[in-house]
């Protein structure tokens, strides 16, 4: 297994645009995270989904953020509009444990600058 | 321990010293506990777990300790080498509404010199 792909990768945006980041959670995994990583703040759970239903977006900062989950095997973040104190590293993770939680395996993230 | 502000708290080794990397957790009904490490540019990766109802688990190198009376959580890791450098996190894990959902920790780095 490939693990847990995020794209892209790295993106440059400025205030005011819209910014899309990309999730595929392991094959057979029925939980998925999303988190923001940022030196302040360190790792920060944004959302959590269990069979592809949004359980906790408590701490969802804002209406500007939204996360769906289509189908097991893709997720959106959206940020609309983004802000400079948007920039950190997003994460995505998946797991294999019906209530979530547990051993969680995370993708490489995604680097937001919001210009 | 956990740090607080902008610098995370760092431990420098020498190679084939043993580490200690400490962690305050905050919910005393946790009940289930991660340890993670996360190399530069990458995600945290799962390095060992213990649960509530044991004090000790030992993997390959690495243990963890649980004092849940004070509710401090520890990674030992022996013999540490240059691919030990990485930032680790502590994960608690609290139910929410019948789900299980981590808390990290701030973190702490540690570097390897060898």
Redesign the interface.
């Given at each position: 297994d490939a693990g847990v792909i995020q794209s892209p990768r790295h993106e440059v945006t400025e205030m005011g645009q819209e910014v899309t980041l990309r999730c595929k959670p392991i094959s057979g995994h029925n939980s998925l995270f999303w988190y923001r990583q940022t030196m302040m703040r360190g790792l920060e759970l944004l959302i959590y989904f269990n069979n592809n239903v949004p359980i906790d977006d408590s701490g969802m900062p804002e209406d500007r953020f939204s996360a769906k989950m289509p189908n097991a095997s893709f997720s959106t973040l959206k940020i609309q509009p983004s802000e400079p104190r948007d920039s950190a590293v997003y994460f995505c993770a998946s797991s294999p444990m019906g209530r979530g939680g547990e051993k969680l395996f995370f993708g490489s993230g995604t680097q937001l600058s919001v210009l | 321990g956990e740090s607080v502000g902008?610098h995370l708290p760092t431990l420098s080794v020498q190679e084939g010293d043993n580490s200690i990397i400490n962690c305050a957790y905050s919910n005393s009904a946790s009940d289930?506990f991660?340890w993670?490490k996360q190399e530069s540019?990458?995600?945290?990766?799962?390095i060992i777990?213990i649960r509530s109802n044991m004090d000790k688990r030992q993997g390959q190198r690495v243990t963890v300790l649980l004092n849940k009376t004070v509710k401090h959580l520890s990674l030992q890791i022996a013999a540490t080498q240059p691919g030990d450098s990485a930032v680790y996190?502590c994960a608690e894990?609290r139910s929410?509404?019948?789900?299980?959902?981590?808390?990290?920790?701030?973190?702490t780095s540690l570097i390897v010199h060898p």
């Open positions: - | 902008l289930y991660i993670y540019g990458k995600g945290p990766q799962f777990d996190f894990t929410s509404g019948g789900s299980y959902i981590p808390t990290f920790g701030r973190g």
